[in-house]
């Protein structure tokens, strides 16, 4: 059993930064890929959209809407995945989850999720 706990929301105004934070606990942890998703406001959680993931050979991918913006790194010493988030735009705006699996997936197929964290960007 995975479980998931994600920090480092927030209010922030347009063009900040924010550091999302994943901690993990569970089994071989290291042999998961690791991902973030968001749901906008009014989304379902159907719609969670996928916005970065992490394998365990340290291979990234982005949705191109945050590439050159966001980046994603995962510290297996210590079970933490992070999410550093650049140039934030009000369209960013969403709860933030992280979601652990054996690839990068939609989120339908994720078993493993966190409770999230909300960041809103706004002047």
């Known amino acids: 059993q995975v479980q998931l706990v994600e920090s480092g929301g927030g209010l922030v105004q347009p063009g900040d930064s924010l550091r999302l934070s994943c901690a993990a606990s569970?089994?071989?942890?290291?042999?998961?890929?690791i991902s973030w998703f968001r749901q906008a406001p009014g989304e379902q959680r159907e719609g969670r959209e996928g916005?970065?993931?992490?394998?365990?050979?340290?291979?990234?991918w982005y949705e191109d809407a945050v590439k050159g913006r966001f980046s994603i790194s995962r510290d297996n010493a210590k079970n933490m995945v992070y999410l550093q988030m650049n140039g934030l735009k009000p369209e960013d705006t969403a709860v933030y989850f992280c979601?652990?699996?054996?690839?990068?997936?939609?989120?339908?197929?994720?078993?493993?999720w966190g409770q999230g964290t909300q960041v809103t960007v706004s002047s």
């Open positions: 979601a652990a699996d054996w690839g990068c997936y939609e989120a339908a197929v994720y078993d493993y």
């Open positions: 569970g089994p071989n942890l290291g042999l998961y890929t």
């Open positions: 916005v970065a993931c992490i394998d365990a050979n340290n291979s990234i």
